[in-house]
């Protein structure tokens, strides 16, 4: 992980997933949750900043922001989980990815670490779960020490009507 001044940045070019059977996530707080993604899926990850709000914009997206000219809706990850976040505003970070076309910015507690974990030792989240929750974008659990690692999907975070609602959002 390299770091800047205001934000930690991954560089495509140099994301590569091995044939070994391991796969790379970033792992991330909410709450006292901690939760995974992907590497491939993570653009970057910024520091929290001012967040302009966008009238009539859904009620999962908290506003926008300029990324280096560039303006990105911001979902706030928390609320859309329905996980309690904390307030430490010193860790609290931005994930950007790119949902179904459209750079994004979802925010979160803390983002820990990158891991590799063996494709092996991911299962599928209990039944219990999926059934209580619209939970296609969890893609498993997986051990992680003596706690539990909730993978998730970016990509299935928000549904089609809020992709599609995430696309209108401009200013």
Partial sequence: MQTHNDYFSYHTGERQQED????????????????????????EIIRMQPITRVPNAPHFVEGVINLRGKVIPIVDLRKRLHVQGTDDPRKIRIIVVDVAGKITGFIVDAVSQV????????EPAPSIIMG??????????SKLGD?????????????KTEQKKLQEVDV
Avoid: H, P
């Avoid at 891991?115 to 991911?122: A, E, F, G």
């Fill in 115 to 122: 891991l590799r974990i063996s494709q092996n030792t991911i």
């Fill in 20 to 43: 070994s059977g391991e796969i790379q996530l970033v792992s991330f707080f909410i709450g006292e949750e901690e939760f995974g993604a992907d590497i491939l899926m993570v653009q």
């Fill in 147 to 159: 706690k539990l690692l909730i993978l998730l999907d970016f990509n299935n975070i928000l549904n």
């Fill in 132 to 141: 209580e929750i619209d939970s296609d974008y969890i893609t498993g659990v």
